[in-house]
């Protein structure tokens, strides 16, 4: 199975995974969402069970189910499915992945395993973790900067994964714009062809103007038109807009990000749920959610964005 890095343009969205109100997967309004999301002009693809899709408390055979009720409804419409996994070895990845080959999916994002930020690790383990993989599996991978530096991959390092044939795409979520913008100009040095899909919703319109190919980013199950007029926009070219559009939406993006951090799923769902999108805005402990006050602050911002419709001079022609 090959993929051309070309495809991976575009906004990319980790859609988050609604469970009933007993805990349990709510494949219905699953795909009820991620229907409503693969519709929407400008989304290029789903990408399941990341950090906002709660993948970190959903076990193994409950991913599976995520992974083709999402990977059916984006190839339905069209779109790209990317699978989430977290192993934490290299053997565990490979099996994981030779797994995901009989289901519908066009490529797998890879969690760094802990050991790659257990003290200081050298560049050489991190690139021969993702070598031993691309030589056992032709599935296409997407690398992740984790917003914690403690993981981070060095350019150096991520020109040298992007060199590997079947890695198609790195989403850089390092919420550093030095270092984004470094590893940008040494990619851009070494011709590689591995697309950047921006993670960092703080400056998502500057990455594009820096060569991002995308983003990839939570915050995009919430107002998701706008920011996918906001990607439209810079693929385009008018980078002004992209940027006035991301300043509408800081608004959202503060209140949905806001610390505590760890509870951005239960904001989301909040908004969600209150959209029709999903049944509950349950979300699995060590989650706690948001109290009650916190709710009402949400809705109210997200009214307000909801209220600015777009003008007509806000529309982005289609490239023909």
Partial sequence: MTSSPSRFRGLFIPHVTPFGDDGALDLESLERLTTHQASIHGVAGLVS??????GPVLSVDEKRRVYEAAGKVARKAGKLHIA???????????????????????AVMIFPPLLLAWGKVESELKFRFFEDITRATSMPLVLFQVPVKSYWYDPATICRIAGLDNVVAFKEASFDIDLFTETMRQLE????????????????????????????????????EKWAAMD??????DFDKA??????????????????????VARIKIVLQHEGLIKTATVRRPQLGVSEEEKNRLLDSYRILKGNKFRPSDRVAVAS
Avoid: W
């Fill in 189 to 224: 040095r070494a011709k590689a062809s591995m697309e950047v899909l921006s993670g960092n919703d703080r400056f998502v319109a500057e990455s594009y103007r820096l060569g991002a190919a995308g983003a990839l980013i939570g915050v995009a199950n919430v107002a998701t």
């Fill in 84 to 106: 989430t996994i977290a192993p934490q070895s290299t053997d565990e990845a490979i099996r994981l992945i030779r797994d995901l080959e009989s289901l519908p999916v066009d």
């Fill in 243 to 264: 940027v006035a559009l991301q300043k509408e939406l800081a608004a959202v993006k503060e209140i949905v990000f806001s610390e505590p951090i760890v509870e951005a």
């Fill in 232 to 237: 439209l926009a810079a693929q385009q070219g």
């Fill in 49 to 54: 069970c990341a950090r906002i899709g709660e």
